[in-house]
Structures are given as structure tokens and as C-alpha cells.
């Protein structure tokens, strides 16, 4: 059973059509790369995705015990978040806190959770340090680290690498890929870099027009990948 599927889904503002009929499926272990051009709807998807908006019709389904709660999710960065005065540790726990319930502390086994996922990222070194003194690589290992703190099965992905530096971002998906074939975790990235999506993903949603769905492999035979002008086969 997929993770998570949109069924002829149509979304949009004050009765405005942004993004229309759309269908796809994610199984676990998938890396799906939204690709699309700026406006096309690719963030609308991805808060919807997250239940933090509503449809305009057709159906988002959960399966194999996922719930929209326990996704993991990075959004765009605003300079009001980058410049946030909270530590990494702080940060990183706040992963934790759909796990709370009516709980008004974090217990110990949500304190290790934060701990083990920084030292994952290998950024516990920051623990103490401000959120907005470090480098917009560190910063988003940080998110990174408070995403997985809020999921073991899905991370959505907003433009992680948006900013970053040549050197930087390839770190970051490195990371990223890492997180996806060593431990298993599905992930769902909005992607502006069409070379990195080809590169690294599984499966690509193409917002446009054609719109597309399916392997990239596929892709790189469609008609979408064709007037983007990608020659089939190179990826």
C-alpha cells in the first residue's frame, strides 16, 4: 500500500485554480522530486500534503500507518526564521513536539531522540550555539535534524538547498540521499535544480504542461522532458 497518494486533486485560492488534477503515489523508500515552473503550485501541494490546507477537490490518502502529523517537513526559509534566537538543541527538540500530547515537558526519551539525530547530522557540536550565528548549511542541518525528530518515515522538502553555496548543497544531498537509501526514509523535494533531480531521485512529479508522473527514467522519454529541452536517457 502506498504512503501516500493525491487522487485527482485540485488546489487553489478564493475559488482560483492553482494546480489541477493531479495524481500521484508515493511508495516507502521513494525519492520524489516536484519540479515545476515559480507559481506553478509546487508549495500549495506540499501544505496540503500537510493537511495545512484544505483541497478544492479530490482526495489525499494516508497508508501503511502514516498520518499527515508524523511527517517530517522543511518549508522555505524566511530571513525572520534564519535570524531566530533559539540554541540548536532547542530547535532540534521542537521536532518532538506533535509526540507531546497534553504533556507540557519533553520527556527523556524525546531529549535522546533530539541528541541522536544531531549527532547523526554531526551537528552536536552546535548544540549550544545560537540558530542564527551559523552558516545556512548548519542551519539546515539543523531543520533536518528537527524534521527527523518529527518522523522515521517521510521528509517533505521545500527548496533545501535554496542560498547554499556550490559545495554546501552538494553536501546536503549527498546527506539527503544518505538518509534515503541507509535508513529507508521516503523523500518528497521541491526542486528548482532539474540536474540534481534527475540525479538523485526515483520517481519525478513535473507540474507543467505536460504534467507528468512516474519514474525518471519515464520522464526522460516524455513529452514534459522533451520541451524542457532534456534529452532522453541523460541523467
Not at 533536518?144 to 517533505?156: D, E, M, S, W
Amino acid at each position: 500500500m502506498s504512503e501516500l497518494s493525491c487522487q485527482n486533486v485540485t488546489l487553489g485560492y478564493d475559488g482560483k485554480i492553482v494546480l489541477g488534477d493531479i495524481n500521484f503515489s508515493v511508495e516507502k523508500g521513494n525519492y520524489l522530486c516536484i519540479v515545476g515552473e515559480n507559481g506553478s503550485g509546487k508549495s500549495t501541494l506540499m501544505r496540503t500534503i500537510l493537511s495545512l490546507q484544505k483541497p478544492m477537490s479530490g482526495t489525499i490518502v494516508y497508508g501503511d500507518g502514516v498520518h499527515s502529523k508524523e511527517i517530517g517537513y522543511i518549508p522555505q526559509q524566511t530571513d525572520v526564521q534564519r535570524d531566530f534566537p533559539a540554541s540548536v538543541y532547542e530547535i532540534v527538540l521542537s521536532g518532538c513536539l506533535n509526540g507531546c500530547g497534553w504533556h507540557p515537558f519533553y520527556s527523556k526519551k524525546q531529549k535522546d531522540l533530539a541528541k541522536e539525530k544531531m549527532e547523526l547530522l554531526s551537528i552536536t557540536h552546535l548544540a549550544k550555539r545560537c540558530y542564527r550565528e551559523l552558516s545556512g548549511g548548519q542551519q539546515q542541518r539543523v531543520l533536518l535534524a528537527r524534521a527527523l525528530c518529527a518522523t522515521k518515515r517521510i521528509l517533505l522538502l521545500d527548496e533545501p538547498v535554496a542560498g547554499l553555496d556550490p559545495i554546501v548543497t552538494e553536501e546536503l544531498y549527498a546527506l539527503i540521499e544518505k538518509l534515503n537509501k541507509d535508513y529507508g526514509i521516503t523523500i518528497i523535494m521541491i526542486s528548482h535544480d532539474l540536474s540534481a533531480a534527475l540525479k538523485y531521485s526515483s520517481h519525478i512529479l513535473y507540474v507543467g504542461k505536460p504534467s507528468f508522473f512516474g519514474t525518471t527514467e519515464e520522464f526522460l522519454q516524455s513529452e514534459s522532458a522533451r520541451r524542457l529541452g532534456i534529452q532522453g536517457g541523460n541523467r
